[in-house]
């Protein structure tokens, strides 16, 4: 089905294997392809730009998409000609942020885009200098240019700052909301407070096995998904054959992070609805997983297990056992707590049809993880493209469909839940062996997708592998990028005492991510930056 | 000699107070199992903001920023010279409960006050449901003190102190109860000060000594309601009423530290709604006092 | 010649309109000076009048024809009289030294005339109703009256918007007034053998009451609408909201003021005076009263116009002011001599201090208007810099209202507290009035932080207004916090005035102290309460000083110029959400008027039709006088 898209648009395929499929289309025909490409069912998943005029194509744009129907992940590649590339954004909302990135970080102009401009770098950032090219060395520092503030302020609502620093807000992030009385007719976002400029990093002066390491480093709560993520994809593009057991011990690692880190949202929620209590008895639970890693690995978080073809550690029998105990303890201890909280009417008052987020719009914008799994959007990277050892062993993937802030607090007590089940499962069934492989050879200038169910939904990592021992290029998503644009969306109409918790309910992981949507007034448009400050 | 007693019930509700709020503070942690901070840390919290420099915002109103907390603290001070606390003394005449009243709107007036002249958009949100609270606040203590009147007959606290014992006089002092959790800004009625949403509403351009006078006046507003409902049960010629009185303090936050650790926190119209129907009770009650049960 | 005096305000005044009639500038400086010189006869006629009654008595026509009732004209000021006679005075005297000032803003828009003309004979007219001692001698003063002041309501022409008001304002009142002639017409038909003098009337007509007791409910009820129109009772009220913003502020101030009070100085004279008292008059009245009181101060929340919010809390004042009369009435009734004596004090003492503090209200709301040109609380803002004057009035006016401590407020609802809460009959009445005080409190909050604190979208250019406009504000001010802490002044008056009409009030069972009104009992002088604050404050002010520095505004890191004032219909906005059904029964019955309204009207048109065929006009009026001969000489009232 995708192949005869591909081919009746004339692209030239790179790549076809199981799981990644790479084509080249031209330029004229690249709207028709991702308009296709879309309806069949394939939803967009990122987008990277490259600076391939060392290797002699120039600037290139690669637009990732996640099919779901046929398991794999379909890559479509566009070369700039005079540095300009047709734009997909106009067919698909979500290509938005990724290629404004790319305008930022590499120049490339994307026509029709309805907002081209500036995402990631700072107002003071020079014109013209573009951080992503092969000729910006990364430990350059241009010097600082001075910026216009021109902003009116727009009466007849009081606009009420929420950030950078707020209590409700774990990490620096600026959003703005117009409030009247207590209802919020409008918002504002704005990040990328933190951009570390961790690609230009990997692709300057880290090797490829440094790279999980750095990796790791991108959040404070999910850094072993991009970890595995990334080891993953060039696994995938070295055809590396990883021991059973090393994907088992990857698999217990990450659904121990998947549950400390949902244990870690559910105390910060309760805490954004005033329950103290809640908040206090769920992180002291988290305390107990927080220990178990540290049993396991030697560290509470930033783990550092993952080498490419395997990992550093092994479980032995002792373990085995901690663990398994551990597990039945906390098990009855987290069933006591929710099942008080879910009693209490006032808590679910506060979060029942609030921040509602439907289906349609959803799919559109392309969210992932528990935001979208709790507006009935049934997708689950572990389950369509099964990487580790999830593909021996069972769980469900549980589904609501209110689209809700309880919603997705449901579903992601639900994954708690099923994430102990699962870790008891890979213990049982833990094969024997060896836990790394270190006979492989790195290809040069393979495209490879690595791509992990992080606890807040789908992170892909897209590399270029590179000469000797270093990449080319490498892109991580975190699936925070995609689930922000939903914000201003469920903000619009709800009352400000609920901002908090809303903006807390699709989990936030701003480390991960750092990005621009505005709403305006009644309706939800997408609308030039100077638009809408002339318009204020 | 009166004299003496009423100072005497001052400063003990002066020194009183913060060592409540530290009891109650460390029976909530133990309700989360933790620790908790001493029982004087809310002294040594109070002492600390006496002694920092208060900082100014530039687009305040000056004079009515920095005269608000001095008028709020000592309007609550002066209400403790009607209502005693330790010892049965204080000065009362006919319609003392009414400046009670005042005096208490008296201190969120001037609190309010000064919050909107700080000029920040969280201090006037704040402020904005403070005064919506009060408004609510103030229908349901208006059907109470009406009904302690009519079962009273008298309109003094002098004759109030105690009530007699009649099913009317049971429900309104329950329904006192409540009016007492919602004004001493608790969980879940904490909504003019909430941390996560509004970082901490009216309060937020207060620092140092102004914060800490701002502070101190909720703890004693929190005494000076305690005192209230207690006087209302124990009778003044009880030879042990001291010992009644402390052990009832004692309960009182016991009980209402409890109630606010197994709470979130309400959003204003939840709260607002809550007062209106405890309001429609109280016209059932007052009905009731009339009636003369 | 100590009588003549009563007749120099009326000279001057009618000078001071026919100096109106010119166009040149200078005589809108001459007319307002004018008007307070004659102000202050008012105010020592009124002193005067405190201490002996004053009488002049004319006899106009000496035929025996039609006008022979018309022929006595007697004015005659007594205590009551005496202490209307001060409010007035005071008012209007601070209202013309306001207006030499502020009436220039609108010289180059407005025709001039309409004001200095009509703006003395409203003082005038006023000033007659108050002193004049006869029925039908009143009733023409009192549609006089209606008609001046129409006019100024109407000042700015050209302003559609005004002209409606101020024609709604007459058609009400006008259809009120003819209750109040029907009452009239009553007593003098039945009653008083056609003699309307007040002290004839108030011989003869308790006595005949007593025993036609349905000529008494009917006489009630006239009055009740009549004069509840003119005194924008529920649900009469719906002139005030939109007359009262569209006059220049200090005529806003009058009407709000004192005219309003008008109507309380004749049920004090009907009720009190010339009919028996009876409690379900009394409980009635009440009713009224907490109608008022609670429908217009939650509609007040609403407004955004600094204005209208201020008409809608006079007509919550109102209802404080009939609350106690009634509750007064019912006490004197059932012979509770002391706390009926409170109660009807409270109500006088309520009308003067509502006449203080929102004359000056309407005083700051015209100083802000001069100074911006805006009466939108939405766009005003952070003007307490600017004009400290004017907002530090403005704080005692808000204080005052809201009846905080020690201001003169307080007082009178204390006294409405104490007398209604004292008996289970009223205590629910006296419930309702604490809840809406703290409502007032809110609404008050709303219109001085809205005004004079909160940081405006954009800056206004503002400064200080000039000395005349503040002096004005500044003397009212004055007597807010004066009459706060000495009561003891004007409870003297009032016992003099209540005296007058036969209620008695024995101060000497009544201890006085500033700001509390106790009868005589309790251990300590609650004196050392306020003592205490005071000295209190002053001490923690010394002790713990402040010294800070100065930085901007915490925006949570931002440095971009946000707007952070909030808008003036943001407030409250949950409460009136949960207390939304009040508001639904208000609109309700707003629908079910103008209904009726429509009806009539087509009714009307219908009519008017018909009586152009002469021959069906004649018959119409024949079949209309034969009805009226029937119901006045048949029926045995």
């Not at chain 3, 100085?265 to 379900?280: I, Q, S």
């Amino acid at each position: 089905m995708i192949l005869e898209i591909l081919k009746s648009n004339n692209a030239k395929i790179l790549r076809h294997d199981e799981k990644v499929t790479v084509a080249l289309v031209p330029n004229d025909k690249l709207r028709t392809t991702a308009e296709l490409l879309f309806k069949a069912g394939c939803y967009y998943a990122t987008g990277a730009g490259v600076d391939e005029r060392l290797l002699g194509v120039g600037f290139s744009m690669y637009h990732i998409f996640n099919c779901e129907a046929e398991g794999r992940y379909i890559i479509i590649k566009a070369v700039a000609s005079n540095l300009k590339i047709p734009s997909i954004t106009p067919i698909i909302s979500g290509a938005n942020w990724a290629e404004r990135e790319v305008m930022d970080m590499l120049g490339i102009f994307f026509d029709e885009h309805p907002e081209p401009v500036r995402l990631i770098l700072p107002d003071d950032w020079p014109e013209g200098v573009y951080p992503l090219r092969k000729d910006f060395r990364y430990n350059e520092r241009p010097p600082r240019v001075e910026f216009e503030q021109k902003r009116e302020k727009k009466p007849g609502v009081i606009e009420v700052p929420v950030g950078p620093y707020h209590p409700a807000l774990h990490e620096p992030e600026m959003f703005e909301l117009y409030v009247k009385g207590e209802e919020i007719v409008g918002a504002v976002y704005r990040g990328f407070h933190i951009h570390r400029g961790m690609e230009k990093l990997a692709e300057g002066r880290m090797t490829i096995n440094q790279i999980p390491f750095l990796a790791e480093r991108i959040c404070g709560i999910c850094g072993y998904t991009h970890n595995c993520a990334y080891v993953q994809a060039i696994e995938d593009a070295a055809k590396i054959e990883v021991p059973e057991r090393a994907l088992y011990i990857r698999t217990i690692l990450l659904e121990l992070e998947r549950i400390h880190s949902h244990m870690l949202w559910l105390g910060v929620a309760f805490h954004l609805l005033g329950f103290e209590s809640g908040f206090m008895h769920t992180w002291r639970i988290r305390e107990t997983f927080m220990d178990l890693a540290e049993l396991l690995t030697g560290n509470r978080k930033t783990y550092g297990m993952n080498l490419i073809g395997g990992v550093r550690r092994n479980i032995d029998e002792n373990k085995k056992k901690g663990l398994s105990e551990i597990l039945d303890k906390t098990k009855k201890e987290i069933r006591e707590i929710f099942d008080n909280a879910t009693q209490m009417r006032e808590l679910i008052n506060r979060m029942e049809g609030i921040g509602v987020l439907s289906k349609k719009k959803g799919r559109e914008i392309g969210v992932v993880g528990p935001t979208a799994r709790g507006s009935d959007i049934d997708t689950d990277v572990r389950r369509d493209h099964p990487y580790a050892a999830y593909g021996d062993l069972e769980f469900k993937v549980p589904i609501y469909k209110d689209g809700d802030v309880l919603s997705r607090f449901l579903v992601r007590y639900e994954e708690v839940l099923e994430s102990i089940w699962l870790i008891e499962q890979a213990l049982d069934q833990l094969p024997p062996g060896d836990i790394l492989n270190e006979e492989y050879e790195l290809p040069e200038h393979t495209i490879c997708v690595g791509a992990t169910e992080a606890p807040r939904g789908e992170d892909v990592h897209f590399a270029i592998m590179g000469e000797g021992n270093k990449v080319y290029r490498w892109h991580p998503r975190a699936p925070t990028y995609n689930n922000l644009p939903a914000v201003p969306i469920m903000l619009k109409g709800e009352k400000l005492a609920d901002a908090p918790i809303i903006i807390a309910s699709i989990d936030p992981c701003f480390s991960c991510t750092d990005h621009i949507v505005i709403v305006d007034g009644e309706k939800v448009y997408r609308c030039s930056l100077d638009n809408y400050l002339g318009g204020l | 000699m009166n004299i003496i007693f009423i100072a005497i019930n001052l400063a003990f509700a002066l020194i009183i107070a913060p060592l409540i709020d530290g009891f109650e503070r460390k029976i909530r942690a133990r309700l989360q199992n933790r620790q908790g901070p001493s029982i004087l840390q809310t002294w040594w919290d109070l002492i600390k903001l006496f002694k920092r420099p208060t900082i100014e915002p530039q687009d305040s109103v000056k004079p009515l920023y920095k005269l608000a907390p001095y008028i709020t603290f000592t309007s609550v001070l002066a209400a403790y010279l009607i209502i005693p606390t330790l010892l049965p003394a204080s000065t009362n005449f006919i319609g003392d409960l009414i400046l009670v009243v005042y005096l208490l709107g008296l201190a969120t007036l001037s609190f309010v006050i000064g919050a909107f002249s700080s000029g920040n958009a969280y201090a006037q949100i704040g402020s904005n449901r403070d005064v919506s609270l009060f408004m609510s606040e103030e229908l349901l203590l208006a059907f109470i003190i009406g009904t302690i009147a009519v079962i009273g007959k008298s309109l003094s606290f002098g004759q109030l102190f105690p009530l007699p014992f009649r099913i009317s006089s049971v429900l309104a002092l329950l329904l006192l109860f409540l009016v007492i959790y919602v004004a001493s800004t608790r969980l879940p009625f904490d909504i003019a000060e909430a941390e996560p949403e509004i970082i901490e509403g009216p309060l937020i351009e207060y620092s140092g000594k102004h914060l800490g006078l701002l502070k101190y006046f909720v703890f004693l507003k929190r005494l000076l309601l305690y005192s209230l409902i207690l006087d209302f049960i124990i009778p003044i010629q009880n030879p042990i009423r001291l010992i009644c009185y402390l052990i009832g303090i004692i309960i009182l936050s016991i009980v209402y530290s409890t109630l606010e650790a197994y709470y979130g926190r309400f959003r204003i119209d939840q709260a607002i709604r809550i007062l209106k129907r405890a309001s429609i009770v109280a016209l059932i009650v007052w009905m009731i006092a009339v009636v003369g049960w | 010649m100590e009588a003549q005096i009563l007749l120099l305000p009326i000279g001057i005044l009618i000078i001071a309109a026919l100096i109106g009639l010119s166009k040149a500038k200078v005589v809108l400086k001459i007319v307002n000076m004018l008007s307070a010189v004659s102000s202050g006869v008012i105010i020592y006629d009124g002193v005067l009048g405190l201490k002996t009654t004053i009488e002049l008595k004319y006899n106009l026509f000496n035929s025996s024809s039609f006008f022979a009732f018309l022929n006595y004209l007697v004015f005659r000021v007594d205590a009551l009289s005496a202490f209307f006679l001060l409010i007035l005075g005071i008012l209007s005297l601070c209202a013309s030294v306001y207006g030499i000032k502020y009436m220039e803003r609108y010289f180059e828009r407005e025709d001039m005339r309409v004001y200095t003309f009509n703006y003395p004979l409203f003082i005038l007219t006023m000033y007659l109703v108050v002193i004049c001692w006869n029925l039908l001698w009143f009733i023409i003063f009192w549609e006089l009256m209606t008609l001046f002041s129409q006019f100024l309501v109407a000042f700015e022409q050209r302003k559609e918007k005004a002209v409606k008001a101020a024609f709604k304002y007459f058609c009400m009142t006008k259809a009120g007034a003819e209750f109040i002639v029907l009452a009239l017409i009553l007593i003098i038909l039945k009653a008083t053998n056609f003699n309307a003098n007040y002290s004839e009337i108030a011989n003869v007509l308790p006595a005949y009451l007593s025993v036609h007791s349905t000529t008494l409910y009917t006489l009630t009820f006239a009055l009740l609408i009549g004069l509840g129109v003119k005194a924008a009772m529920v649900p009469f009220h719906s002139w005030l909201p939109d007359a009262h913003p569209e006059a220049p502020s200090n005529v806003s101030a009058l009407l709000s003021g004192i005219m309003i009070k008008l109507p309380i100085y004749m049920m004090f004279r009907f009720f009190l005076g010339f009919f028996p008292l009876k409690p379900e008059i009394g409980i009635v009245i009440a009713i009224f009263g907490i109608l008022t009181l609670f429908f217009s101060m939650m509609y007040a929340l609403l407004q955004e116009d600094s204005k209208r919010l201020l008409a809608f809390s006079s007509i919550d004042n109102i209802g404080y002011i009939l609350l106690p009369m009634g509750a007064g009435i019912y006490f004197l009734a059932n012979g509770s001599q002391l706390f009926g004596g409170i109660a009807l004090a409270a109500a006088l003492f309520h009308t003067m201090n509502h006449a203080f503090f929102k004359g000056l209200l309407f005083l700051t709301a015209g100083s802000v208007m001069y100074e911006t040109g805006t009466r939108d609380l939405n766009y005003l803002g952070s003007l307490a810099k600017k004009m400290p004057l004017t907002a530090f009035t403005a704080l005692i006016g808000s204080l005052a209202i809201a009846g905080i401590p020690p201001l003169n407020g307080f007082v009178s609802k204390w006294m409405i507290y104490i007398s209604t809460l004292s008996s289970p009959a009223t205590s629910l009445f006296g419930i309702i009035a604490i809840f809406i005080s703290a409502v007032t409190l809110g609404t008050f909050v709303k219109y001085f932080t809205a005004i004079f604190t909160k940081p405006p979208v954009k800056e206004i250019d503002a400064k200080e207004v000039p000395l005349l406009m503040s002096a004005s504000q500044l003397l009212l001010a004055l007597f807010c916090i004066v009459f706060g802490i000495y009561p003891f002044l004007p409870l003297k008056m009032i016992s003099q005035a209540l005296g007058s009409i036969g209620v008695q009030i024995h101060l000497d069972s009544l201890v006085v102290y500033p700001s509390l009104v106790v009868p005589k009992t309790g251990n300590y002088s609650p004196i050392i309460i306020f003592a205490f604050l005071l000295v209190s404050t002053l001490i923690v002010l010394l002790l713990i000083p402040s010294r800070g520095e100065v930085v901007p505004t915490w925006k949570t890191g931002r440095s971009e110029d946000l707007n952070m004032s909030m808008p003036a219909d943001a407030y409250y906005r949950d409460f009136r959400e949960v207390f939304r059904e009040v508001y639904t029964v208000g609109d309700a019955s707003k629908r079910f008027v103008q209904k009726i309204a429509e009806m009539a009207g087509m009714f009307g048109i219908k009519f008017e039709v018909l009586s152009y065929d002469l021959n069906s006009m004649l018959s119409i009026a024949m079949i209309l006088i034969v009805i009226l001969v029937a119901v006045l000489g048949g029926v045995e009232l």
